[in-house]
């Protein structure tokens, strides 16, 4: 039975949900966006298309029995689909004058789309961040955000390809991961959008202080990258969020040299210390609960053998030093200065949330599904504003023990909850930048986890299936 979607069957649907894809050729990623977002009816559907490949589309659309719409030619015909392509239009960007110039035109194009676009009906922006003036500026992000006041913002996908897109600089040291990525958007006309522009309930990513950054990189991440992790043993699988050592030895080798100061305020099982101490770097953090901080405290001694056993009393000599201890009270003496903070926070209380697919799975193994009920924990926080100001404040009070120049590695996700959408990964962003230098994003893009159908014959949800690697730098 095809479904009343878009008349796919499961079989067909399910390939599109991954948030993922290695980009191929243009006729491809257009081809299965048009097949996704139309149906095949007696009826001609009509798309409406900005963008420099208009004669491809054409061809596609010909083939598929769907109506283009070249932006020039719009003159208000009933819509069914829509795509924005600005990664053209923005290689013209030259000064912050016309990045504001490109938001502002592609909100009034996408304000006149909404006004004939069909109920439940889509728009994709195809768009990457770039550098302005010398300056990384998320622009992809940005214009998220102000077309969520215009249209619903239902989800993100991430073109991984091998082209050098739009993030050229003359200056070959800047930190500029060697493969690309950019982003497709997709917003939904429904009836939680009203199709009005409301500038003042968004913030602005470029009233941040964004410069560029003075260090030499050898860039020698890619700007996502796929892992094949070791199997986890026993002691590790006991934490329900682990990330993959071999993910933290990469980043060791971009931004730091042997014998540098590592630190991760939220140490988990110790996955950031071991991978330091293995690659001859000193490892230094905290983690809340006793028993992963056990965890981690044994792992370590597994490599390096501590000076002194106690966990709380470690001295400032040590290779490692690994507090069970709340991060928000730590103080200056308890660790040397630090080079490079590369961690990954509670996403949320999402580990709180019953029915999740691993959820259960874990439950079945007799595992632990959160960190921990103590209400110290920050994935125990309910309030989504409350939880990103509290864990932005956590960062800004480690900036005093690290070094003026040193970086920052955040492994975050996007996150959907109960139909609704929370930009985690951008909205900390945003709240960091204030004194924070933004870097270019790096994508750890999971290949190994089953896809599941949600929103078949309903609508478009992804699988989110790639981890924002955020990187800063202190001024
Ligand atoms: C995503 S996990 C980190 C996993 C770690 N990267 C690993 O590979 O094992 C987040 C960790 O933050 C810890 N945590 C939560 N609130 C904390 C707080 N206030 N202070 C220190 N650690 C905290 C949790 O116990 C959890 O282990």
């Known amino acids: 039975m095809k479904n009343r979607f878009n008349r796919l069957t499961s079989k067909e649907w399910l390939p599109f949900q991954k948030s993922w894809f290695k980009y191929d050729t243009e006729e491809k990623l257009l081809t299965e966006n048009i097949r996704f977002f139309i149906r095949e009816d007696e009826t001609e559907e009509k798309v409406f298309y900005y963008g420099d490949n208009a004669e491809l589309l054409s061809n596609i659309c010909e083939s598929q029995n769907v109506g283009l719409i070249k932006a020039n030619d719009f003159n208000n015909e009933a819509l069914q689909y ?58 992809a992000w940005d214009l998220a955000w102000q077309l969520s006041s215009i249209f619903s913002l239902k989800d993100e996908k991430i073109a991984c390809t091998n082209e050098i897109m739009s993030l050229k600089t003359k200056d070959n040291h800047k930190f500029i991961p060697n493969n690309k990525i950019f982003y497709c958007l997709y917003f939904r006309k429904d009836e939680l959008s009203n199709g009005i522009f409301e500038e003042k309930k968004h913030r ?204 920052l590695t955040i492994v975050v996700k996007n996150i959907k909850k109960k139909g609704k959408n929370y930009p985690f990964a951008w909205d900390l962003s945003d709240i960091l930048m204030s004194k924070l230098i933004l870097l270019p994003e790096t994508f750890w893009c999971q290949d190994d986890i089953n896809l599941a159908p949600y929103g078949y014959g309903n609508t478009f949800v992804s699988n989110t299936f790639h981890q924002y690697c955020l990187n800063f730098q202190k001024p």
């Open 204 to 407: 602005l990513f470029e009233n941040k202080i964004q410069k560029s950054s003075n260090f030499s990189f050898k860039s020698t991440i890619p700007s996502w990258f796929i892992l094949k992790p070791q199997p986890r043993k026993k002691n590790e699988i006991l934490h329900p969020a682990k990330y993959p050592e071999e993910l933290v030895t990469m980043f060791l080798q971009e931004f730091t040299t042997e014998n540098a100061n590592i630190f991760d305020p939220m140490s988990g099982t110790g996955s950031t210390q071991v991978a330091s101490l293995k690659a001859s770097r000193n490892a230094y953090g905290t983690e809340l609960s006793p028993f992963f901080a056990e965890i981690a405290f044994g792992r370590c001694s597994e490599i390096v053998a501590p000076k002194q056993t106690d966990l709380f009393q470690s001295p400032i000599d040590n290779k490692f030093i690994l507090l069970n201890k709340d991060v928000r009270e730590i103080s200056k003496d308890d660790f040397p200065e630090i080079d490079y903070l590369i961690t990954s926070p509670p996403y949320w209380d999402m580990l709180n949330m019953k029915g999740a697919e691993n959820q259960a799975k874990r439950v079945e193994k007799g595992l632990q599904t959160n960190y921990s009920d103590n209400t110290e924990d920050l994935g125990n926080i309910a309030d989504y504003q409350q939880f990103i100001t509290d864990l932005a404040n956590v960062y800004f009070n480690i900036l005093d023990i690290m070094k003026s120049g040193s970086y």
């Open 82 to 139: 829509a795509i924005l392509d600005l990664r053209n239009s923005v290689n013209s960007i030259k000064k912050i004058s016309d990045y504001q110039k490109i938001k502002e035109e592609t909100i009034n194009i996408c304000i006149k789309i909404f006004e004939t676009l069909a109920h439940r009906r889509f728009l994709t922006v195809l768009i990457p961040n770039v550098f302005v003036e010398d300056k990384y500026m998320p622009l």
